[in-house]
């Protein structure tokens, strides 16, 4: 038996284990560009749920333990490991719901809903991942016969090892590389991590952070909600006011939304089975409360005078007017007003991309907020969210522009107050190529598969260098080396950056090819960039119209669209 203190204890050691070894599955990375991916974006996420955690009594529930940890790592969900990491503990919330205490049994019971939930999250399971690892963890747990806990978290551990020892069998790619994979390497870490409390070692302490890598992924998308800035007379409903609904019954609050809205504004209203969080701006607070406790008990109390707010913060800003013309504002990082829903706006759009001059291609092709992301930088599902409530319009179009961010994205569709549509596209120049191929008199659901089948018809090439020392497919790559990437796949080495450009472009090129689009990055000079584009349009000529595009982009030099 596991009280809830033991639970809480356990997560947090899981999620020190995974942080303190996070290099190492960033390593493990099948491909040496230069990103911090798998580790990173699991620590990132379990670790979204450690302030919270140890601001939780002893005598705490492992009902309530595992419902805190569940509801911050959905809201910090990064990457595709991140957001199963996050499903997986959503599984402990729902099977340990009401309990005091937990069982061997029960802990089981709780790893076979993780899973279950992290299978249906994802379209096309892919074996020889993470979920094959959590599976066949999963289910030693349940066909054990162990009556306590250290000894069943021991016999699913031993499988999990066992799972991750035959990934490269189940994966060529794996194989091909050397390496085990990287999310099974992450969540067995988290796993072991819990075994030390489990066991009675205790907590397993954090280690100091590793120095930030070139790029980090700390520059991901920073959205909050923030207030416009705005003269003080102009606050008409000056109180901030923030509550938890525990609703009877499991019910829906749409009857408390529409009222909030039609006495306050900046409503914001994400709920779950049992849960709603509710945002406000109102002139009554208590008239928002009287209303809100028809639904059921009220916690987490938060009122705020934002004429105060906003006098303080005037003056602080005066404060700091010479240090804030000084100094630079903190690159990648932005906020997003909630706003309300336009009855008469139909469309909004949402994207992520890194670099200042894809932002504004994506400006100019539409999109109403750029959140900051990109490979090594994958951001928060809270963040997409924000971006998300900041568009005010009926139906809101996310284009990811990655594949290790759709699932966020997906996460942040399920908690946004308005409808919205997660469009599956894996690189930037895929997300513009949708973005042109929007019809505004076309139904919502009609200009997701035009634009996404406009999408699948674009080549991706990528030219960047290799991180660290390696070998793939009996290829040895050595650290620093440039890499030609076509579609996610590796297809030459070189050392000579304008060069592995315009070949990789050429090898690119179809019969039917008609534009070529070169994007260069934030290590490129512009004269550089000149240079290259023309190679490319003197090596690629004829009747394909060669662009260039100023993108600044980290991590990549080049990025080719081919059309």
């Known amino acids: 038996m596991i009280t809830g203190k033991i639970l809480r204890d356990a997560i947090l050691s899981g999620a020190n284990n995974i942080a303190n070894q996070r290099t190492r599955v960033d390593e493990l990375n099948v491909f040496p560009v230069p990103d911090g991916d798998t580790g990173t974006n699991m620590s ?24 805190v940890a569940a509801g911050a790592m959905l809201r910090g969900a990064r990457g595709n490991s991140g957001v199963i990491t996050s499903l ?27 899973v279950e939930a992290a299978y249906k999250a994802v379209m096309k399971p892919t074996e020889g991942t993470i979920l094959t690892v959590t599976r066949l963890a999963a289910e030693a747990a349940v066909n054990s016969t ?54 009675g070692r205790g907590i397993i302490p954090g280690q100091e952070a590793a120095a930030r890598p070139k790029v980090s992924s700390d520059a991901a998308g920073k959205g909050v909600f923030t207030d416009d800035l705005m003269k003080v007379e102009d606050i008409k409903n000056g109180y901030c006011t923030q509550f938890l609904v525990h609703k009877e019954n499991g019910g829906s609050v749409a009857k408390l939304r529409a009222f909030l809205e039609s006495n306050g504004d900046s409503v914001v209203v994400i709920e779950d089975d049992e849960v709603a969080n509710c945002h406000v701006h109102t002139a009554d607070p208590g008239k928002m409360l009287t209303e809100a406790i028809k639904y059921g008990y009220l916690t987490n109390f938060k009122i705020e005078n934002m004429h105060e707010q906003f006098l303080a913060r005037q003056k602080q800003a005066k404060g700091l007017e010479r240090q804030a013309a000084e100094e630079s504002a903190p690159e990648n990082a932005e906020s997003f007003t909630y706003a309300a829903v336009d009855p008469e706006r139909d469309y909004g759009f949402v994207a992520v991309a890194a670099g200042e001059g894809l932002k504004s291609v994506f400006g100019d092709l539409g999109v109403d907020a750029v959140v900051s992301g990109g490979q090594t930088m994958n951001p928060a599902t809270e963040d997409i969210l924000a971006a998300i409530q900041s568009v005010p319009a009926k139906t809101v179009l996310v284009l990811p522009n990655n594949k290790n961010i759709i699932m966020a994205a997906e996460q942040a569709q399920k908690l ?28 919502a659901e009609e200009n997701a598969v035009n634009m996404m089948a406009a999408a699948d018809h674009v080549s991706t090439g990528l030219i960047t260098y290799a991180a660290r020392d390696s070998e793939f497919d009996g290829k040895a790559i050595k650290q620093g080396e440039i890499m030609a990437l076509e579609n996610g796949k590796i297809v030459a080495t070189g050392t000579d950056i304008a060069k592995m450009t315009y070949r990789l472009a050429r090898s690119m090129r179809r019969k039917d090819t008609q534009f070529i689009t070169v994007i260069s990055g934030a290590d490129v000079t512009e004269e550089d960039a000149e240079k290259t584009t023309a190679l490319v349009q003197a090596k690629c000529g004829g009747n394909v119209e060669v662009s260039h595009i100023r993108g600044g982009q980290p991590v990549y030099y080049y990025m080719i669209s081919v059309e």
């Open 416 to 443: 946004a107050d308005r409808t919205v549509l997660v469009l599956p596209t894996r690189t930037v120049p895929q997300g513009m190529t949708a973005m042109l191929n929007f019809d505004p008199a076309a139904a």
């Open 44 to 67: 990132m996420t379990i670790g979204a749920a450690g302030k919270e955690l140890e601001n939780l009594p002893d005598t705490c529930t492992v009902a309530e333990a595992s419902k």
């Open 146 to 199: 162990a009556a306590e806990v250290p000894a069943l978290w021991g016999e699913m551990i031993a499988a999990a090892e066992k799972a991750l020892a035959d990934t490269p069998n189940q994966l060529p790619v794996l194989k091909k590389a050397g390496v085990v994979d990287a999310g099974g390497q992450g969540i067995l870490y988290v796993f072991e991590g819990m075994r030390s409390v489990f066991e």
């Open 88 to 114: 997986l503990f959503r599984g402990f919330s729902k099977a340990l719901a009401g309990k005091k205490n937990a069982e061997a049994a029960d802990l089981a019971q709780a790893l076979q809903m993780g």
